[in-house]
């Protein structure tokens, strides 16, 4: 079974965005966006996006140079959405993948291939935290305090037990987590 991971940004009050689905918190930090990006374009063949990131970040990745933007342009991607009229022919590579997003989650799970990642906004990535579809959280933890926002884990409704797999701080104050599920 392929594994899911979700690759994002969070405060350190556990917000992957503020009140206003601001990102200003994030720290840039290229030493940590050089490593943590190449791990995860070595594990990861598939990506996984939410209708509404997904056009913003179609307008500025396939403007921008650079391993990443490559990456991120080549690899073939899906757009989760209900509405099976969304228009995903902005950014080559890219599929529909239209109805529930969690059922369109498990079936790719169970296709062959690498591992699949979630680049999500936080109503895409808090459905498959609800749905116990995640096998690793790959954080960057920044410097910052938001007060309120949008957190990938207000729907789950019970204690989930993390294994922590790597911890790595960087200059900018940024502390890189990778954390794996337990299943069972």
């Known amino acids: 079974m392929r594994p899911l991971i979700v690759f994002s940004d969070m405060t350190l009050d556990g917000f992957m965005a503020g009140p206003d689905n601001d990102l200003d918190f994030m720290a840039d930090d290229p030493q940590l966006t050089s490593e943590l990006t190449g791990e995860l374009m070595s594990v990861a063949d598939t990506i996984i996006w939410g209708r509404k990131s997904f056009g913003p970040s179609a307008a500025y990745w396939t403007t921008t140079e650079g391993d990443l933007a490559a990456w991120l342009n080549t690899t073939p991607k899906f757009v989760l959405s209900s509405d099976k009229s969304f228009d995903v022919s902005a950014w080559e590579n890219s599929t529909l993948a239209a109805g529930d997003g969690a059922d369109q989650v498990r079936q790719f799970k169970e296709s062959t291939g690498g591992g699949l990642v979630v680049f999500g906004g936080v109503q895409t990535v808090r459905s498959l935290v609800a749905a116990d579809l995640v096998d690793e959280y790959w954080l960057k933890?920044?410097?910052?305090?938001?007060?309120?926002?949008?957190?990938?884990?207000?729907?789950?409704?019970?204690?989930?037990?993390?294994t922590l797999n790597s911890a790595r701080s960087y200059p900018s104050g940024t502390v890189a987590l990778v954390y794996s599920t337990h299943t069972g």
């Open 141 to 162: 933890l920044n410097p910052a305090i938001v007060g309120r926002g949008g957190s990938m884990f207000s729907e789950v409704g019970e204690r989930r037990k993390l």
